[in-house]
């Protein structure tokens, strides 16, 4: 019985592991299938096999896969909302319209070959331009959302092509900010 | 529609290929195991059947698995000699 | 179906619990918070199994996991502080 | 002799935990548990820690078994205190600053392990004296009153009773 | 005697999944990361402590029992260190719980 | 940098000496307990891993590392040649213990330099 578990886990994690396209996330995954993995193998009666595969994954293979890892820049994109006070799970709601909106700036990111990492805050727009860590700002205050992203940036130019087609019945709007983080209206 | 048929193909022969190795019982060589589990102890002084193996019966395979590991560094050490530090 | 089955298998029902968080969570930390409590349950079920089977020697591998498990956890955690700089 | 007296605490330390790890207790394996016990200091001072570590990691034995069973006894009040909180939905999660007197790096690290075992608060960060802490009623941010209630009684466990 | 032992320990492994349990459910049923940080990274550690007395109690006083011991106390050690780093970078890549924290 | 790091790596600091002990029992007891040279040369090199990300400390001589792990190699051939293949295990069975004992120590030292240099070097040379 609890064979039959362990066993369709693992082919469950592994499957989501090959089907995630954030590639760090997969890392997550892979952790947990060697921690089950092993755990087998010490029922299956081979506690030898689950030392190497234990102490195999806990150290080497994690910091193997993340030194590959670095060679994908990182896009921070920061997503704030006015309308909440805390910070919850409603922040990040798929199957509506604007939680779509963030999924395919994610896409977009993935098919650029820079990896995602969406972080949620409540924070004010002038706290967050100051310590400037962020590539990209999704707002949103009540209806409307507004993307702030650098100027020089070309990957903010072709993002505002994409958004604008798909995305007209939401009210967006484009915000350029230059290198002194002064805003430059559109033209 | 090719992808689909390509899944459905490969499903397929995975449910074929565990149908067939559930069946098949595999018949080992059944006396050297026997032969070893019964005597590693008196042979080598060993308390673990395993170890006994990859030190006393099997030494040749432990000495290339060294050897495979050296290489393999040495093999490291000279490929990615213009970006190293030493 | 003896005490130490049934507790083994609730630990893997806990387990698949974790792995929800795990696929579901919406933030990368979520999952890191995941991988951690199942970890901490697989130690518990090798110390179960131990005590089922009354070898001592499998809580080698517990300890294992007790000392050096943190260091995959901090790892993955440092590396998505510094954005992969 | 010197170095070797310096290093006999360690040795005995290493002594019982070779003995455990074994499983027999005899004469050979307490000699030989203190041997690799040595080996192991000369080569964690001079090769991996690169520092003295008994100065660095000084806490005396009555110390750190009246701290762990005043630990273990905290983790269960704090925790039966924190279930309930939960089943009855009262979350006010905030992050406090609270301040310590302890000095060395080693005793503020036990302090912030402590401050996260028990149920209810997580270190985030030191800096300096100071440690950021979330804490899951927040009922006050001030880090005079907030202070002693995240504390308990760990810091006095910790330095031995002195302050 | 031992009889005794052997079913209170029992329980206390009872007790320690059902504590086991309450992290799961809180894990799942909490809305945003830092509930779920300071809830479940330690009521796990109760089910943990509770479960490891339980196992003591059934060995009795055995090489056993000093084992699980040394295992409570690395897993002391380290699992708030696991928890620690995790909230810590959370928070130092800008995830925030609400706005009237002050930022230095 | 320090400052921010401190808890994780007092408490680490903490644990390498615990490390390395169960590395060579792992490694000293491969003969009748799960384990053996592999195992606890990885744990030991586990140990200059976590090491490496939580002090960064990059002090290790790659180099001398390497040529420790030939000579250990060396030894690593030798011995079993002249132990088991020149029949010295069935003249004298009361050292095959002290054989087991003594290949397993060699290996898991091997092991050990040998992973940790494989690691260094790769995550040396994606960092520059």
């Given amino acids: 019985m609890i064979e039959a578990i362990l066993l369709l886990l693992l082919i469950l994690l592994a499957i989501v592991a090959v089907e995630t396209q954030i590639l760090r996330m997969a890392v997550v995954f892979l952790g947990i299938f060697s921690l089950l993995l092993s755990f087998l193998y010490l029922y299956y009666g081979a506690p030898d096999v689950a030392i190497a595969e234990a102490v ?3 150290g080497l293979v994690t910091l193997l896969y993340l030194t590959a890892l670095k060679r994908y820049r990182v896009y921070n994109i920061c997503f704030t909302n006015q309308m909440f006070r805390e910070v919850d799970d409603r922040y990040i709601v798929e199957g509506t319209r604007r939680g779509q909106l963030l999924h395919e700036v994610e896409q977009f990111c993935i ?14 727009l002038e706290t967050l331009m100051e310590t400037r860590k962020y590539d990209l700002i999704i707002r949103q205050e009540g209806d409307q959302l507004t993307i702030y992203g650098s100027q020089e940036n070309y990957f903010v130019d072709e993002l505002e092509m994409l958004l604008i087609l798909r995305y007209q019945d939401l009210n967006t709007r484009f915000m350029r900010y230059a290198e002194d983080g002064s805003f430059v209206e559109e033209s | 529609m090719r992808q689909v048929a390509l899944t459905i193909f490969v499903v397929l022969l995975m449910g074929s290929v565990l149908f067939i190795a559930n069946g098949h019982r595999e018949i080992l060589d059944n006396e050297v195991s026997a032969y070893y589990l019964q005597n590693f102890t008196s042979d080598t002084g060993a308390g673990n059947a395993v170890a006994a193996i990859y030190l006393n019966y099997r030494m040749y395979d432990t000495i290339f698995e060294a050897l495979i590991l050296i290489t393999s560094i040495i093999g490291m050490l000279h490929f990615f000699r213009a970006g190293g530090n030493k | ?14 387990t698949i619990g974790g792995i929800i968080r795990v696929v579901i969570g919406p933030t990368i930390w979520d999952r890191l918070l995941g991988l951690n409590l199942i970890s901490s349950k697989i130690i518990m079920a090798i110390i179960v199994f131990a005590l089922m089977i009354q070898r001592t020697f499998l809580l080698d591998i517990a ?3 007790a000392l050096l498990g943190f260091i995959g956890s901090v790892l993955i955690a440092r590396f998505i502080e510094r954005k992969g700089e | 002799m010197r170095r070797l007296l310096h290093h006999i605490s360690m040795m005995a330390v290493f002594a019982v935990v070779w003995i455990i790890l074994e499983e027999q207790f005899s004469l050979t394996t307490v000699a030989v548990g203190s041997l690799i016990g040595l080996l192991t200091m000369i080569v964690t001072n001079r090769y991996v820690l690169r520092a003295d570590y ?7 034995l009555w110390v750190g078994v009246r701290y762990v069973a005043s630990l273990i006894i905290q ?5 039966i205190q924190a279930l309930i909180k939960v089943l009855r939905g009262q979350v006010h999660v905030g992050i406090v600053d609270v301040h310590t007197t302890l000095e060395s790096d080693f005793h503020i690290a036990l302090l912030a392990n402590s401050i996260t075992l028990t149920p209810g608060t997580v270190t985030l ?27 308990q009684n760990f810091e006095r466990m910790i330095s031995g009773g002195k302050s | 005697m031992a009889q ?8 206390l492994i009872g007790i320690g999944l059902v504590f086991m349990a309450f992290g799961i459910y809180s894990v799942l049923r909490f809305r945003d990361f830092y509930s779920r940080v300071v809830i479940t990274a330690k009521v796990d550690t109760v089910g943990f402590l509770t479960l490891i007395f339980g196992a003591m109690l059934i060995e009795g006083f055995s090489f056993f029992t000093l084992k699980l011991a040394l295992i409570v106390v690395f897993e002391l050690l380290t699992s708030p260190i696991s928890t620690h780093s995790i909230a810590h970078s959370a928070y130092a890549s800008g995830y925030r719980i609400r706005k009237d924290v002050r930022v230095d | 940098m320090k400052q921010e790091a401190s808890i994780v790596s007092s408490i680490t600091g903490l644990l390498y000496p615990f490390i390395i002990v169960f590395g060579i029992y792992v490694i000293l007891n491969g003969h009748d307990t799960p384990g053996g040279g592999f195992q606890g040369g990885a744990i030991l090199a586990v140990l200059f891993i976590g090491r490496y990300i939580v002090a960064h400390a990059d002090d290790f001589n790659i180099g001398r590392a390497h040529n420790v792990e030939k000579a250990l190699l060396a030894v690593l051939i030798l011995v079993p040649v002249v132990f088991v293949f020149g029949s010295l295990s069935r003249r004298f069975p009361q050292y095959n213990q002290v054989y087991l004992v003594f290949m397993n120590l060699l290996i898991g030292f091997k092991v050990a330099l040998g992973l940790t240099v494989v690691v260094f070097r790769y995550a040396f040379y994606e960092d520059r």
Avoid at chain 4, 75 to 79: C, L, S, T
Wanted: glycine share 6%; hydrophobic share 45%.
């Fill in chain 4, 75 to 79: 983790i269960y009040v704090a925790g």
């Fill in chain 3, 63 to 65: 300890i294992v996991y």
């Fill in chain 1, 111 to 124: 098919s650029k070959e820079l990896e995602p990492q969406v972080v949620f805050t409540p924070e004010d």
């Fill in chain 3, 1 to 14: 179906m003896s005490f130490y089955d049934a507790v083994l298998l609730t630990l893997a029902l806990l």
């Fill in chain 5, 4 to 11: 005794i032992a052997h079913l209170i320990g029992q329980i």
């Fill in chain 1, 56 to 58: 195999m994954a806990s």
């Fill in chain 4, 54 to 60: 008994e100065s660095d990691y000084r806490l005396g």
């Fill in chain 4, 125 to 151: 960060e030191r800096y300096g004296n100071n440690l950021r802490v979330i804490w899951i009623d927040c009922v006050t941010t001030d880090p005079e009153v907030a202070g002693p209630m995240i504390k």
